[in-house]
């Protein structure tokens, strides 16, 4: 039979590669000994200069195949910038910043990505200049830093976070990947009238120049090694306008209650893990206290991750504890990989936001088609052999099955958070409340 299919094969053999190619930086087929050492070197500096996933594929009969000794003469070196363009760049920023008053640090993933927070964090110290970040960027700097301004999140940040971005006379984006959820594009004239600096893997921009051969590492740190201005204190917008009253403790559960008592509970020794929806709405509003204490799929969306994502987390640093947002539709999707977690004695706290459907679509257009059959969710635990279940269904159950996951720092524990459907985080208040606007603005 001419080009038999295979089992997994689709099409033909190159289609999975092309896939993978809309997905990673690096996409390249092992299908030649001779080429195969150039190709993996490739794919290996690509991932080294982007920071993101590349894939590798095998053909199995080629699985054992020799390569030449002699390829492996030459390590990989990183690439470097050019020292004549990276010094360009820099005196372009330090010449564009002497002549404003009111900028803004807005970081995002990629600070994560390259380890460069302290390197950002000194930075703003320097200059005195505030920081806020992206939603995907959350927690890149300290939340309880001085300088930080808060989460700029489009239709979910806070007002006064907005406004202040807003009103900045100049915007240094670094490591900020820009989708619809910052909302920023359509809106900062910043970036029209080129008062902006755009600093990622992908590109530097400096108002409306684009330098070729400059890293985005290599130019964070020639930012913070370079004189620059400082600038004068401004007043930077509280945490929170006030602190929310506690429920009392027989009132049913709620997002507000759940989430402020949550953050009573956060240290250095956790990083929250959310899911999207509610989930992802409520946690913006958290304020975590660690550079990279909080990861969640907020430019892509896709529901599901959270629970697989913790699983990760505990293999790539076991001094962090996850502590897990999801709500009960992403839980159905993946939750059943707690089974790993008691499997690798990983001991997550997973909160399950129970609102019995999917409350976002709940929100754009409410149905039965949003509604989410419902499971015994803290029996999760009989079902994959380890940890502790708790159904919550008052703000005193709420208070008291934190504090004991907390306390117990040996043990998975899942929390069945009963909730209202129509209970809203104030993120999807602000959220409903400004798309409404938009299109009753639309209308006219």
Known sequence: VRNPYLHHMVRDFSTQKEVFEQVTVAAVVLDDPLTAEREIDRALMALMRYKRPIYLEIPRDLVHAPIEPSAYAHPLQEETSDPAALAEAVTEVREMLAAVQKPVLLVGAEVHRFHLQDDVSRLAERMNIPVASTLLGKSVIREDHPLFVGVYGGLIGRDEVQQFVDEADCLVM????????????????????????????????????????VYFEDFVRALVAAPMPSFSSRPIPAHRNSTPEAPAVTQPATLRGLF?????????????????????????????????????????????????????????????????????????????????????????????????????????????????????????????????????????????????????????????????????????????????????????
């Open 260 to 444: 402020s008592h949550l953050e009573s509970l956060l240290d250095e020794k956790m990083l929250v893990v959310a899911d999207i929806g509610e989930s992802l709405f409520a946690g913006a509003d958290l304020r975590v206290h660690k550079s990279a204490e909080f990861i969640s799929p907020a430019y892509y969306t896709s529901m599901g991750f959270a629970v697989p994502a913790s699983v990760g987390v505990g293999f790539a640093d076991p001094s962090l504890r996850p502590i897990v947002l999801v709500g009960d539709g992403a839980f159905q999707m993946t939750g059943t990989e707690l089974s790993t977690c008691v499997r690798y004695g990983q001991a997550p706290v997973v909160i399950i936001l129970n609102n019995r459907g999917y409350g976002t679509e709940r929100e754009i257009l409410d149905g039965p088609f949003n509604d989410v059959h419902e499971w015994q969710y803290d029996k999760i635990c009989d079902l994959v052999g380890g940890g502790v279940g708790h159904r919550v269904g008052t703000h005193g159950e709420v208070v008291q099955a934190l504090d004991s996951a907390m306390a117990d720092k040996k043990r998975m524990h899942v929390l069945n958070v009963l909730l209202s459907p129509a209970d809203r985080s104030p993120a999807m208040v602000r959220l409903a409340r400004r798309l409404a606007k938009r299109l009753s603005l639309g209308k006219r």
């Open 174 to 213: 670094l490591g900020s990947i820009l989708t619809d959820i910052e909302d920023l594009g359509a809106h900062s004239p910043l970036l029209a009238e080129g008062r902006a600096i755009h600093a990622t893997a992908d590109a530097i921009l400096i108002k409306h120049h684009r330098y070729e051969g």
